[in-house]
């Protein structure tokens, strides 16, 4: 079994729905930036566990754990705790935007991914992050 960790710090940032104008259709620039930093740190991260793209026709599992920061106002106390997050934005759109930036870098195609297990908690100030596991079985094809 194949196990890939990628830590992404900072504030992640969900899948939005494309704008569409009369000039075309197109995504939030910070949807976009954000899509490139989860890529280039899978990247990297395979390159130190070494870990190689997943061969087509694999299924892969993937793992998510999206942390966000407490709303600003939340009382001292509760700030410092990790408890699940509930509200907007949708815990989806944050799968979506991490299987498709994993694509092409991790595995050919997201549509090989047969099992997610993701969350969303909102963590103190200063550790939000976008981790999320990969496995696959190269051996048992």
Request: aromatic share 6%; with cysteine.
């Amino acid at each position: 079994m194949t196990e890939l960790r990628i830590r992404v710090p900072g504030t992640p940032v969900p899948m939005a729905r494309a704008r569409i104008t009369k000039f075309g259709n197109y995504n939030k620039k910070e949807m976009r930036e954000y899509k490139e930093i989860v890529k280039q740190t899978a990247a990297v991260a395979m390159k130190q566990q070494d870990v190689f793209q997943a061969p087509a026709g694999i299924p892969i599992s993937v793992e998510l754990l999206v942390c966000v920061r407490h709303p600003t106002g939340t009382k001292k106390g509760i700030e410092r705790t990790i408890q699940p997050f509930i509200k907007r934005p949708d815990l989806d759109n944050y799968v979506k935007l991490a299987l498709d930036a994993l694509q092409d870098v991790v595995y050919p195609d997201d549509g090989a991914v047969w099992d997610i297990r993701a969350r969303k908690l909102r963590v103190p100030p200063g550790e939000q992050s976008l981790e999320i596991t990969v496995r696959f079985d190269v051996e048992n094809d």
